[in-house]
Every structure is written in C-alpha cells, then in structure tokens.
C-alpha cells in the first residue's frame, strides 16, 4: 500500500467520453476470463490498450451493464442524450458495489 503521507509527483487519471448516436450511447466491451466489463471510449492512464469491440446501447440500458467507472445509473437518469447531467458526483467503486474481472 502507498504511504497516505508520501508527496506524489503526478495522479493518473483514465478519460473517457460518451459518444452518443440518436439514443444510443458507445460503449467498448472487453472480455476476460473471469467475465467482461464495459467502459467509454477512453485512455489508459499508462499509454496502453487493450482490445475491446465497439457496442452501441440504448442510453436508458447502461444502469445495467458491468461498466466502469460507475456511470450506468448517471447515463440512464438522463432526460434525454445530450441532456447536461445533474448531479455529477458518482459513488465511489468499491467491492461492495462493482465486481472487479
């Protein structure tokens, strides 16, 4: 575990973004082993990649789906695509709320 008090020098963050198509949203599904997950098109915050295919879902379906981060429920509750979102906190990921493959 990293020492809470040790100075970083930078934090890596993954982007994404939603791409929405009508009522549809994209969403890149990769599978593993121990099952398959689903994220925003986006970067890895190490420079790599890894292979996934292309899924166009209805926005209203995302609360459903194994994506990470936690965004399903924040996508469905949107009025409409293109809405601006409303509350733009999301809980944290944790075991008790996302099952890591």
Excluded: Q
Aim: charged share 20%; with cysteine.
């Amino acid at each position: 575990m990293t020492d809470p008090t040790t100075p970083f020098a930078r934090v890596k963050i993954r982007t994404g973004a939603l791409v929405f198509c009508g009522a549809d949203v994209a969403l890149i599904r990769r599978d593993r082993p121990a099952g398959s997950h689903d994220t925003p098109p986006g970067g890895n915050p190490d420079g790599t990649s890894e292979p996934g295919v292309i899924e166009w879902v209805h926005y209203r379906d995302a609360e459903d789906l194994p994506l990470f981060p936690l965004i399903g429920s924040a996508i469905s509750a949107l009025p409409a695509p293109g809405a601006p979102p409303g509350d733009r906190l999301l809980l944290p990921v944790t075991d008790a709320n996302y099952t890591w493959v």
